[in-house]
């Protein structure tokens, strides 16, 4: 009977292959898609059946840490699932624009290419035929899964439409209420010593907390940032209500400009103070990785805003130079005029595409493939690998890996390049992944525990987005020569070689010349126009 089975199987394969459409049609195919729907309503059929009749090979370019073979988990993965072998080409994640903008002047395009400015490119080079047009599928009924998942998360919809009205990416989608991003952290285990709380008020009393850390440490830097001056100024601006450039201002539902509040002149008045008295690390704006953790490490950092996760990986990162007891966790952000504004999360739509090359063989496969990740079989498949072969899933969504992966709850797997719960692979993260990859270690389990206890986090926002080319152009334009003089400002100030007194004398009438008031009269405009205003 098993033979026979595999017989029929083998000769249904032979049939669909025989008489599916050409798979190099830009538009879907009527067959493929009924051969689809007939497929999807049995409850037998196998993914390799729904997504591509036969076996095909595609290249697909993204980034990896270590450079992919096409051997790892999350290939065997999809060529399990899918019938789809894939042929990565990865580069480091720092030559990952030179190397797709050479591609793209070369006009040879891998089939598969991930975008992580997804509106950049896919708005530019959609139109141009760079890009397959995913909207007849759509309209086809071929992106299902996918169309649902953007309608579940408003204004996912708005924001992967292309200004001339058409959809050329699948965006990563957190369906999550929300994923932690950046927030406030301190050394708990230093504070619990010293009998400080995390607990501080006002930014006055976090002040307060860092002097006293500098006097038990006195070749500390108690407050110590990374990524340079804007990540600095950026994130205390934001915890002011405010910013460093443009942005949305949510009790009145539009975009103003920061640095002309009076919150970012507290938020330079702030820093110049912890700078002069050697409470902020001098080099604030060169600061690298390694240097930063090696001020956490050796008790001369204690408090910075940075992802909670970096409590976890400082210790796999640092090994022997960490203390017994150590602990880098959140503490509460301090609250400006008497409002604690909420910590930034991600939730439903995020700019990172997975694209189609209009050059591949295999559009209608690789359009079922992009759909299948955002089925709920392929959004596992995506994260945790081959059911039964690379884990098992309980009732209540906790995974068994059944091989030595290497993640945070495993890190001393074997295999640290699996690609599985890979941003630049996955189109959909959902609640047991940040589970089962993100909430395991015991730093980001207390810090988001902590979180919530205190009611801490915000809500995802989204940017506007242009459809007029021209007004985005004139708009990122101004904003750049904008951005750039205010950032030089913002140091002078915080290093006391200029002072906060010229801000509005010299600083802000230089802002509007440089064009300030039409940039936030673009800005606006593209706002009204995404979100229907």
């Known amino acids: 009977m098993k033979r026979f089975l595999v017989l029929f199987v083998a000769i249904i394969m032979l049939f669909v292959s025989g008489c599916s459409s050409k798979s190099n049609n830009a538009e879907p195919s009527g067959n493929s898609s ?9 409850p037998n059929a196998s993914g390799a059946e729904k997504i ?28 399990k699932y899918t019938n789809i072998k894939i042929k990565p080409i990865t580069v480091a994640r720092a030559d990952y624009t030179e190397k797709l903008n050479t591609m793209i002047a070369s006009g040879e395009l891998p089939d598969l290419i991930t975008l992580y400015d997804g509106q950049k490119y896919g ?3 959609g139109p141009q035929g760079a890009f397959v047009d995913l909207t007849p599928y759509m ?4 992106l299902d899964s996918y169309k649902a998942m953007l309608e579940k998360y408003p204004p996912a919809m708005d924001l992967t439409r292309s200004p001339n009205g058409k959809y050329y990416g699948a965006p990563r989608i957190y369906d ?3 994923r932690v991003d950046e927030g406030f952290l301190a050394r708990s285990d230093i504070f619990a010593k010293h009998n400080l709380s995390m607990k501080p008020e006002t930014f006055d009393d976090l002040y ?13 830097y108690p407050y110590f940032v990374r990524w340079g001056t804007s990540h600095l100024v950026g994130n205390q601006a934001y915890f002011r209500g405010t910013s460093n450039s443009f942005f949305i201002d949510p009790a009145e539902q539009k975009y103003t400009y920061g640095p ?12 110049n103070k912890l700078y002069s008295e050697g409470l902020l690390n001098p080099n604030f704006a060169t600061i690298t990785d390694a240097e930063w953790n090696e001020l956490l490490a050796t008790n001369k950092g204690f408090v910075t805003v940075d992802y909670p996760q970096a409590g976890d990986e400082i210790i796999q990162q640092m090994g022997s130079k960490i203390q017994q007891g150590f602990e880098f966790t959140s503490m509460l952000q301090p609250a400006y005029n008497n409002n604690r504004v909420g910590t930034v999360v991600l939730s439903g739509y995020y700019q990172s595409y997975r694209v189609i090359s209009n050059q591949s063989k295999y559009k209608d496969e690789l359009v079922n493939f992009l759909n299948w990740t955002y089925s709920p079989e392929g959004i596992d498949a995506m994260q945790f690998g081959i059911e039964g072969e690379s884990y098992e899933k309980s009732s209540d969504g906790v995974v068994k890996f059944l091989k030595n992966f290497q993640t945070a709850a495993t890190p001393n797997g074997t295999i640290k390049n699996s690609g599985l719960n890979d941003q630049g692979l996955f189109s959909v993260v959902h609640q047991d992944a940040i589970n089962n990859y993100e909430l395991t270690g015991a730093a980001m389990k207390k810090s988001v525990a902590f979180m919530e206890e205190n009611q801490a986090f915000g809500k995802a926002t ?12 004139e708009y990122t334009d101004l904003k750049t020569a904008i951005d750039t003089y205010v950032e030089e400002a913002s140091v002078n100030v915080i290093i006391g070689k200029q002072s906060i007194d010229t801000w509005d004398s010299k600083v802000i009438p230089q802002v509007k010349k440089l064009g300030s008031d039409r940039a936030l009269e673009l800005i606006n405009k593209a706002y009204d126009e995404t979100f229907k205003k």
């Open 34 to 42: 009924a051969s689809t729907n007939e497929q999807a309503s049995d």
């Open 52 to 79: 591509s009749a036969k076996p095909i090979e595609v290249t697909w370019f993204t980034t990896a840490n270590t450079a992919y073979t096409g051997d790892e988990e999350i290939f065997k993965t999809i060529q």
């Open 123 to 125: 708005d530019l080079y």
């Open 139 to 142: 309209e086809a009924g071929k």
């Open 176 to 178: 999550v209420p929300y």
């Open 208 to 220: 307060t907390t860092l002097v006293e850390l500098k006097k038990l440490y006195p070749d500390s």
């Open 260 to 271: 002309e509040s009076q919150a970012y002149k507290d938020t330079l008045v702030y820093l």
């Open 462 to 473: 989204f940017n506007a987005k242009f459809s007029d080319t021209n007004e985005k152009k």
